[in-house]
């Protein structure tokens, strides 16, 4: 099993900064891939940016030039830098690892961002 918990959602205006943070543990070593997934009010979880364990990344064209994923492995940290923001970032923001050897995903519980206009 692994266990995922977000941090760093909030209130921003349009234009500015959030920096989100998922810590992992657990059975971290099965994972092959990590990414942030959001989901607005009304409308389906959808893919925002993903890494892989060799730091391969691939970003929804929606969030590419603003946002940047990372993951710090030594610490089993992934994160999501966000800039320029729009109100139509907002949305719940979730922390997902999946790996292929047990083909399962595990999901974190979530953070809220907020982008006002």
């Known amino acids: 099993q692994v266990q995922m918990v977000e941090s760093g959602g909030g209130l921003v205006q349009a234009g500015g900064s959030l920096r989100l943070s998922c810590a992992a543990s657990?059975?971290?070593?099965?994972?092959?891939?990590m990414g942030w997934y959001r989901q607005a009010p009304g409308k389906q979880r959808e893919l925002v940016a993903i890494i892989t364990n060799s730091g391969s990344t691939n970003y929804a064209g929606s969030v590419k030039g603003r946002f940047t994923i990372s993951r710090d492995n030594a610490k089993n940290t992934l994160f999501l830098q966000m800039n320029s923001l729009k109100p139509e970032d907002t949305g719940v923001y979730y922390c997902?690892?999946?790996?292929?050897?047990?083909?399962?995903?595990?999901w974190g519980q979530g953070t809220q961002v907020t982008v006002t206009s």
């Open positions: 657990g059975d971290i070593f099965s994972i092959n891939f």
């Open positions: 997902n690892a999946q790996s292929i050897a047990t083909m399962k995903y595990y």
